[in-house]
């Protein structure tokens, strides 16, 4: 079975301060995501990775960056976290090679901005 | 720009009925469709996807759903409902040529006994 982990299910910090959160994937996925999941919003895409060192934007990335050093690594920083940031952060890795192929998640982290 | 609509935020169905969970989108070209459900305080489990091929796809746990081009819809479908298929729903769209998956609102599905 594929795993994706998450740093944290929980996570309190305080506005102004930089949040890291990360995810590992276990199956040697190329391609790696971020989303936020809010209410009546459904899942939007922060940012995406294909490759090692490489990112794209999603659809919010303001106020977010991306970290991705090894494959099966792949960071979200919240450089100043203002509660607006407050939310459920899940992380998906998929395989490349199509986009038809479905993306596998982890348990989500949620982030509470003080 | 692709999108994907979920018409009702709740289903309410008893254990043993039918239930069907509405999905609308708009893509450019041929869709990929996927259904994925959500229980309590965890991540998204995928159920099942439309490729190409049959416009009927089985997936996980019973379900089903049926994609039809006229109608651009991609309703999920389960012949008898459980309780324990109460959770939240997410329907997603990706074009042949676009990077990323979009999602829709989610539709949370109350099965009662």
């Known amino acids: 079975d594929v795993k994706v982990t998450q740093s944290s299910r929980y996570l309190v910090k305080r506005t102004g301060e930089k949040v890291f959160l990360e995810c590992v994937q276990d199956m040697d996925h190329e391609n790696m995501f971020w989303y936020r999941q809010d209410p009546g919003l459904g899942l939007r895409l922060i940012y995406f990775s294909y490759d090692v060192k490489m990112k794209e934007k999603g659809d919010i990335p303001e106020g977010y960056s991306v970290s991705r050093e090894k494959k099966e690594r792949f960071s979200l920083i919240l450089e100043s976290a203002s509660t607006n940031q407050t939310s459920m952060y899940l992380c998906?890795?998929?395989?490349?090679?199509?986009?038809?192929?479905?993306?596998?998640f982890g348990p989500g982290t949620r982030l509470t901005v003080l | 720009a692709q999108s994907v609509a979920q018409p009702e935020d709740q289903v309410n169905v008893a254990e043993g009925n039918p239930l069907t969970v509405k999905c609308t989108y708009s893509v450019s070209g041929n869709p990929y469709l996927f259904w994925y459900v959500q229980y309590p305080n965890r991540g998204l489990q995928f159920l099942l996807k439309y490729i190409t091929g049959d416009n009927l796809v089985k997936g996980s746990y019973g379900f089903e759903a049926e994609f039809n081009k006229s109608q651009t819809s991609f309703h999920l479908k389960k012949p008898s409902a459980l309780v324990s298929d109460s959770a939240l729903y997410f329907c997603a769209v990706r074009g042949l040529t676009q990077s990323k998956l979009t999602f829709g609102t989610g539709t949370r599905l109350q099965v009662t006994l």
């Open positions: 998906a890795s998929g395989n490349s090679g199509g986009s038809y192929n479905e993306q596998f």
